[in-house]
């Protein structure tokens, strides 16, 4: 039996090699933690014990759908569930309306008309209508899905978000993309970071802003700074790191100008977390919110003092009371007065009566020991009762001065606060005071580097290819020689794995005829312009293609088609001339066609769960660079005209006899 490697088991060990690469580079640079770490630059004279707290039901990604009666649900139940606490203002963070058209999450997605008139019917059917409390929606990416441009006549979010259609409608583009809007004494921008066309699902999973767009954030920063407003809440769907490279005029990009914005919280949804999630960009605050739709979870966020708390709050468990101040230290930003030892430890209890309660707390320090014990928390008073709320909000309050129990003393530590009432309220946080803080390492998702390295690779292999396909040359390598010889050795077999192309290269010059080289060589050069799949957009026939988008005579890019443009390399390009190199050498009809079949059906499951949701049935089943190239490329590879005549053949191995004989 020959020792060498098997020609075969090589064509296919390189590509396998440079895929295991790429997945441990991505998971290198999604899973290296960032320290996170910011100054404090709050420092307030004196702790406001006059102010009232401010309470803010923040909700996302709701997906009402006229055929799962669950969203409808969870979201009703959320709005009068903070409707009867009393909250002062409704944030929602997107994907207000699912756009599907149906119950599957494999759906193709539309702008669907019905889901946006259920979604404003249940905002009106609930509390937070016939109450004083406002609200603020932006859209997500399922709100858009479909639009060949801002202006379409099926642009339904613009007359079902309850902001706009209540208060203000857009006239244009710009306006629509950020504004500001002055609810409950806060200054909140919103951003909704869409430009058109725009795709339907599984495009648009992450953001490519334009400049323009990102000249616009940066013009609405600069101009409330001017004013000398301060920001206290951004609100946008996509997280941060979601955002993919772009920059303004002057060179920001989304996250530089999240940094410069200074503001005290950025609210982002679209990634359907089970939990709350906190991260950090120099300093400023991102609140990143559970999928409503999925678990019923959403938040409260309490403003008291400049401590923005946010709550956990589930949709079936009313809370009976909320910690104001102090913040916890996930929740801390730059603005958070953490160095402030002198301050109040404040508690809203909700109840349906007015009826005084014990309330205590107790604080520890990192090593455990005790420093405050049995505080009692005094009823200060009794909130505004809003007319449609069902509790009344009642202020409980101590205050403390950690100056007296560290005298002349830098603090820089964390401390543990647990709070009971009567009612049977627990609740427990770990705050920190100092000047500045360290918060434990974060995991981001990092998109723009995420990108570069995807794009990096389909380069790679698009490369390789024009080496394996061009007719022109073929270049004298030992290791070519070896594999007709058969080599031996430790130092052949590493050659012939990892210059395995190289093996290929070599078969399909000398055993495929000069029209099937040529063939692949031009397939794989028009492989970043042959359309993956067509479709429609608003009406309009569209395509996907290597680079995004294309729709209405203008190109989105979408970063998801940079993954697609890879799978197109590794079940397009590829497949064809393995098994006319399979055929040339001789193996049998059967084995070669069972191959063919096998890649084929790799090729059609990328249709099933990726294409066929983008595009629809019909662009996916006659996709023309995922069904029609591949089945004519690959029945070309299985006929023997593709093939030279026996005596140009390479005879097998004996090793890959056996193999195909198995």
């Not at 069902?390 to 820089?412: G, R, W």
């Amino acid at each position: 039996m020959s020792s060498s490697l098997p020609t075969t088991v090589n064509q296919v060990t390189w590509h396998f090699i440079i895929f295991v690469i790429l997945l441990i580079t991505m998971g290198t640079i999604y899973f290296a933690p960032q320290k996170v770490s910011f100054d404090c630059v709050n420092f307030p004279a004196s702790f406001n014990s006059s102010e009232d707290p401010k309470t803010i039901s923040v909700i996302s990604d709701i997906h009402i759908n006229e055929f799962i009666e669950k969203h409808s649900i969870f979201f009703q139940k959320a709005l009068n569930d903070s409707s009867d606490l009393g909250v002062d203002l409704f944030l929602n963070g997107g994907d207000l309306a699912d756009n599907l058209g149906s119950s599957s999450d494999y759906a193709t997605g539309f702008q669907y008309e019905p889901d946006g008139i259920l979604y404003q019917k249940l905002y009106k059917e609930s509390k937070p209508y016939q109450g004083p409390a406002l609200t603020l929606d932006v859209e997500g990416n399922h709100d858009e899905f479909g639009l060949s441009s801002y202006d379409s006549p099926h642009h339904y979010d613009l007359n079902y978000t309850i902001y706009f259609h209540q208060f203000h409608k857009p006239q244009n583009q710009s306006e629509f993309n950020v504004f500001t809007a002055n609810i409950a004494d806060l200054t909140l921008l919103s951003v909704n970071p869409y430009y058109y066309p725009t795709g339907r699902c599984r495009l648009g999973l992450f953001l490519t802003p334009t400049r323009n767009l990102l000249n616009l954030v940066e013009a609405e920063i600069e101009s409330l700074h001017n004013q000398s407003k301060h920001i206290d809440v951004i609100l946008t769907h996509y997280p941060v790191d979601y955002w993919d490279r772009g920059s303004s005029s002057k060179g920001n990009s989304f996250r530089d100008l999240i940094a410069k914005s200074n503001a005290s919280i950025v609210i982002t949804g679209h990634v359907h977390r089970s939990n709350l999630s906190h991260f950090h960009h120099d300093g400023v605050h991102e609140l990143q919110m559970p999928a409503l739709k999925d678990h019923g979870r959403y938040s409260i966020v309490t403003i008291d003092n400049d401590n923005y708390v946010s709550h956990f709050i589930e949709t079936d468990k009313i809370p009976k009371g909320l910690i104001t101040s102090p913040s916890p230290i996930n929740s801390y930003s730059k603005f958070t007065p953490f160095a402030r030892k002198a301050f109040e430890i404040r508690v809203l209890l909700f109840t349906e009566t007015s009826t005084d309660q014990k309330v205590t707390a107790k604080i520890s320090d990192e090593k455990g020991k005790v420093v405050f014990d049995n505080l009692v928390l005094q009823h200060v008073r009794e909130l505004p009762k809003k007319d449609n709320a069902k509790f009344q909000s009642n202020l409980y309050s101590v205050p403390v001065n950690f100056s007296e129990i560290y005298p002349n003393t830098e603090i820089s530590q964390k401390f543990k606060l647990e709070i009971s009432s009567d009612s049977g309220y627990q609740e427990t946080i770990t705050f920190y005071i100092g000047n500045s803080v360290n918060l434990p390492k974060e995991i981001k998702f990092k998109a723009p580097q995420l990108t570069i390295t995807m794009w990096f690779f389909v380069c790679l292999y698009f490369l390789i290819y024009l080496f394996i396909t061009q007719p022109f040359f073929t270049p004298y390598i030992d290791t070519v020689e070896d594999s007709k010889q058969g080599g031996k050795g430790l130092i052949y077999w590493i050659k012939s794995v990892f210059l395995g192309f190289v093996y290929v290269h070599y078969f399909f010059t000398k055993c495929l005829r000069k029209w099937f080289q040529y063939t692949m060589f031009l397939v794989t050069i028009f492989s970043i312009i042959i359309p993956h799949a067509l479709l429609s957009v608003d009406g309009k026939l569209s395509m996907i293609w290597s680079f995004g988008l294309v729709s209405n005579g203008k190109t989105r890019y979408d970063f998801t088609t940079a993954g697609s443009a890879l799978i197109y390399a590794i079940v397009v390009l590829y497949p064809p001339i393995i098994i006319a190199i399979i055929r040339a050498k001789g193996h049998s009809f059967i084995f070669s066609l069972s191959y063919c079949f096998f890649l084929y059906f790799v090729d059609v499951a990328w249709i099933i769960l990726g294409m066929l949701v983008a595009t629809g049935p019909f662009g996916g089943l006659f996709s023309i660079g995922f069904m029609i190239c591949p089945l004519i490329l690959n029945i070309l590879a299985v006929s023997k005209k593709a093939i030279e005549g026996e005596q140009s053949r390479v005879k097998p191995t004996y090793t890959e006899e056996l193999i195909a004989d198995v």
